[in-house]
């Protein structure tokens, strides 16, 4: 938290693309003076366009202690009530990316809700009760407020630039008014709440384990099934995969023995098929022809010989 006086305020009316809203802190137990706080805005574009993008607006530097219900406060100030239809924190949108591609890694790039008979199971929300009843930002944390329509966000921007116009920081919206009620209370009653939730009701609990369990089954069966359709067939190249164990069983050598027989033929009758492509067959061929008519050669040439060698030695009986 900063204390910005007036004539800064009349000056500094945008940084860059950004502008500046400055919030009014009130006075709070661990901090008894008023101060203020600068929230940095700029229209929303994300490198991964959606189709939002247009009637949003993305903030800089929210305040740790920020909700939904704050930001909606805010806007509710400039714009009036109504105008703000979701709101979506920088963390939240990295859990979520998390939990899609653990999701697509476990489910073997299936569809992210599996049925069950009649019951259908969303695998992407398997999570255990929470222990604190609301989130803390980090310094600098950012947030997108998504708006009814495109038009709110030029009626936002608009509205900052004639407070900043006005140089009034009594006209600057109040962190937190009329909102107190309405989200958890901070402090000691945080941590009290925080025990608490760290001990939940064990039907909560168990239904929660409950509905894990069957998750995790559900992708152990899908699992189990593409393991088994896949076993013992050939991948492109020739090679068998032998599951075993588990719940998909050994499996039978004669049937990997056929298969592997039934590859190998297959390979036979693919290179006859193509025959001699290659020049440098030709010439191995050419080789082999003469190797061989060399060997017959050499073994007929040795024949005659012998043949010669037993006539001189032949003695006709008188």
């Known amino acids: 938290m900063t204390e910005i006086k007036t004539p800064q305020l009349r000056k500094m009316s945008k940084i860059g693309e950004y502008t500046m809203l400055t919030v009014n802190i009130p006075p709070m137990s661990a901090y008894p003076k008023p101060a203020t706080q600068t929230i940095y805005l700029r229209p929303h574009a994300p490198k991964i366009p959606t189709e ?68 259908e199971v969303d695998l992407a929300s398997q999570e255990l009760p929470p222990i604190w009843d609301r989130d803390l930002r980090k310094s600098g944390s950012t947030a997108v407020v998504v708006l009814v329509d495109e038009k709110n966000v030029e009626n936002a921007l608009k509205a900052i630039r004639k407070l900043h116009k006005s140089g009034k920081e009594k006209n600057w919206p109040v962190w937190g008014e009329g909102i107190e009620d309405k989200v958890p209370a901070l402090g000691s009653a945080r941590y009290v709440a925080h025990q608490k939730l760290r001990y939940p009701d064990p039907q909560v609990l168990q239904r929660n384990v409950d509905e894990f ?106």
Not at 79 to 105: C, N
Not at 229 to 236: C, F, H, L, M, S
Not at 261 to 281: A, I, L, T
């Open 52 to 119: 939002s993008d247009s009637r949003s607006l993305f903030l800089v530097n929210v305040p740790i202690d920020t909700t939904a219900t704050h930001l909606r406060g805010v806007f509710t100030s400039l714009l009036g009530a109504g105008r703000v239809e979701d709101v979506t924190f920088e963390h939240e949108k990295k859990a979520t990316v998390s939990r899609e591609i653990a999701l697509l890694s476990a489910a073997g790039q299936k569809s992210k809700k599996r049925k069950r008979g009649a019951e």
């Open 213 to 318: 369990m069957t998750a995790f089954n559900l992708a152990e069966e899908e699992r189990a099934r593409q393991a088994k359709k896949g076993r013992n067939v050939p991948d492109e190249d020739g090679f068998v995969t032998v599951t075993r164990g588990g719940r998909v069983g050994p499996a039978r050598r004669e049937e990997a023995e056929e298969k592997k027989k039934e590859v190998e033929e297959r390979e036979k009758r693919k290179r006859e098929s193509m025959g001699d492509f290659y020049r440098f067959q030709l010439r191995e061929k050419r080789k082999e022809q003469q190797g061989e008519l060399v060997r017959r050669f050499e073994e007929d040439r040795k024949k005659v010989e012998g043949m010669r060698e037993r006539r001189g030695k032949f003695r006709p009986e008188s």
